[in-house]
Protein backbone atom coordinates (compact mmCIF):
# COMPACT_ATOMS: atom_id res chain seq x y z
CA UNK A 1 0.00 0.00 0.00
CA UNK A 2 1.39 3.58 -0.56
CA UNK A 3 -0.20 6.89 -0.48
CA UNK A 4 1.53 10.26 -2.68
CA UNK A 5 2.25 13.03 -0.26
CA UNK A 6 3.78 15.16 -3.34
CA UNK A 7 4.35 15.04 -7.15
CA UNK A 8 2.66 12.58 -9.27
CA UNK A 9 3.71 9.38 -10.35
CA UNK A 10 1.79 6.16 -12.85
CA UNK A 11 1.18 2.61 -11.00
CA UNK A 12 1.89 0.09 -13.48
CA UNK A 13 -0.08 -3.23 -12.18
CA UNK A 14 -1.02 -6.72 -13.36
CA UNK A 15 -2.67 -8.56 -10.91
CA UNK A 16 -1.20 -12.24 -10.11
CA UNK A 17 1.01 -11.75 -13.04
CA UNK A 18 4.34 -11.46 -13.67
CA UNK A 19 4.44 -7.76 -14.91
CA UNK A 20 7.72 -7.92 -16.90
CA UNK A 21 6.24 -10.23 -18.91
CA UNK A 22 2.89 -9.08 -19.77
CA UNK A 23 3.39 -5.00 -19.62
CA UNK A 24 0.99 -4.94 -22.54
CA UNK A 25 -1.43 -6.13 -19.93
CA UNK A 26 -0.86 -3.80 -17.22
CA UNK A 27 -3.20 -1.87 -15.84
CA UNK A 28 -1.90 2.18 -14.89
CA UNK A 29 -2.93 4.24 -12.82
CA UNK A 30 -2.03 7.80 -12.26
CA UNK A 31 -1.58 8.88 -8.70
CA UNK A 32 -1.40 12.44 -7.07
CA UNK A 33 -1.10 13.89 -4.09
CA UNK A 34 -4.00 12.50 -1.96
CA UNK A 35 -4.00 9.06 -3.32
CA UNK A 36 -3.56 5.85 -2.23
CA UNK A 37 -2.63 2.56 -3.72
CA UNK A 38 -3.49 -0.69 -2.42
CA UNK A 39 -2.23 -3.99 -4.23
CA UNK A 40 -3.26 -7.39 -3.74
CA UNK A 41 -1.40 -10.57 -2.51
CA UNK A 42 -0.05 -11.85 -5.63
CA UNK A 43 -0.36 -8.28 -7.55
CA UNK A 44 3.13 -7.07 -9.33
CA UNK A 45 3.18 -3.37 -9.52
CA UNK A 46 5.98 -0.90 -10.22
CA UNK A 47 6.10 2.94 -9.94
CA UNK A 48 7.23 4.88 -12.57
CA UNK A 49 7.68 8.72 -10.95
CA UNK A 50 7.23 11.77 -12.92
CA UNK A 51 9.40 14.29 -11.52
CA UNK A 52 10.48 14.09 -7.37
CA UNK A 53 7.95 12.44 -5.87
CA UNK A 54 7.39 12.06 -1.98
CA UNK A 55 5.48 8.80 -0.85
CA UNK A 56 4.50 6.44 1.65
CA UNK A 57 4.95 2.75 0.97
CA UNK A 58 4.54 -0.22 3.27
CA UNK A 59 4.95 -3.68 2.45
CA UNK A 60 5.37 -6.85 4.46
CA UNK A 61 7.93 -8.20 5.36
CA UNK A 62 9.89 -10.70 2.87
CA UNK A 63 8.53 -8.21 -0.39
CA UNK A 64 10.75 -7.62 -2.96
Known amino acids: MGSVADGCL ?9 LRVL ?3 AQTLRLRPGDIFHAQNGDEHV ?3 DGPVRALV ?4 GCV
Open 23 to 25: VSH
Open 10 to 18: EEWAVQGSL
Open 47 to 49: AHP
Open 58 to 61: IEKS
